[in-house]
């Protein structure tokens, strides 16, 4: 009995060893799966911040997405309604355009507060900030997960005080008086969106929060502290960036409030802005990665 006892238990083992062999097998195979990406990424990502940093501020590629998402047709007719820039685009990028609303709309929560959102607003307000980055690859702006409209300036119990529009990081929300939005687009070229100017100050957070493991994040910081050194550095620029009032006297309050200006003149007038202040003009151009129609 003890001989055939025996015979069955070292069966039992031979199974079981084969079972664990085989299991091993799937679990080396799942590592690499799992590690060869990782990996890979990881150099990507360190030659890619190498050549940024060192060579030229300027990522490898900008658009990569396994699946574009697209607009309707009435959705497509708001874009090009109000923002030019989307109509000046190739084909292609008016795609990846598109879907960068689209994904923006899908996971952002819109309140509207004595209100109802509509799918314009919807629409006017993602596509601001497609456009602010869409020279980047890096879009997806995790400091904004909700956006508060009401219908015109609010109470904020921020500072106990009537606003426009405000970014409250603690909250991860963008809170818009939609009078003052709509105002921002039906004036073009007067340097004053308030979409614009909100939505940087979440870019600016997010980036810097991001700052290490993200390209497009060091283009744009990078960029902006090489252009407050131009200005630090040449008391004559910033004398004439003073005195000529091209930046409304808010910009001067501090580096947030004069990026979100900067931007905002940058986006609205460029031409102008080129013209007057070339050497600013071009680190903004390489802060946002622009080379498109118009800038």
């Known amino acids: ?41 990881k150099i990507f990502n360190f030659v890619e911040m190498a050549y940024v940093e060192y060579v030229k501020k300027r990522l490898f590629f900008n658009h990569v997405y396994l699946r574009k ?23 292609k990028h008016q795609y990846y355009f598109e879907h960068r609303v689209f994904q923006f709309i899908k996971r952002t929560e819109f309140i509207g507060n004595d209100m109802d959102v509509t799918d314009e607003m919807k629409i006017i307000i993602s596509a601001t900030l497609v ?23 609010f109470y904020s119990q921020t500072n106990k005080a009537y606003h426009k529009g405000e ?45 290490r493991h993200s390209t497009s994040a060091a ?22 960036l003073i005195t000529s009032q091209f930046l409304r006297e808010y910009a001067f309050t501090n580096q947030f409030e004069f990026l979100s200006v900067i931007l905002e003149t940058f986006i609205e007038s460029p031409e102008s802005f080129r013209v007057q202040f070339p050497n600013l003009y071009k680190k903004v151009k390489t802060m946002l990665g622009f080379n498109f129609t118009g800038y």
């Open 131 to 153: 456009k602010l980055t869409f020279g980047l690859r890096d879009y997806k702006i995790k400091s904004v997960e909700r956006v508060i409209c009401y219908p015109e300036e």
């Open 1 to 41: 009995m003890s001989i055939y006892f025996k015979i069955i238990l070292d069966l039992q083992a031979d199974k079981f060893s084969e079972e664990g062999r085989v299991f091993m097998q799937y679990f080396y195979v799942f590592l690499l799966v799992l590690i060869i990406p990782f990996i890979a990424y």
């Open 69 to 91: 998402r697209k607009l309707s047709n009435g959705e497509k007719s708001i874009l090009r309604r109000h923002f030019k820039f989307y109509e000046r685009l190739s084909l």
């Open 219 to 240: 283009i744009f910081l990078d960029a902006f502290v090489e252009l407050s050194h131009l200005l630090d550095n040449d008391a004559e620029l910033k004398s004439k």
């Open 167 to 211: 970014f409250n990081l603690g909250l991860k929300a963008l809170v818009f008086s939609w009078k003052d939005v709509l105002h921002g687009y039906e004036i073009e070229d007067d340097n004053l969106n308030l979409a614009i100017h909100e939505f940087t100050h979440a870019i600016h957070f997010y980036y810097m929060s991001v700052r």
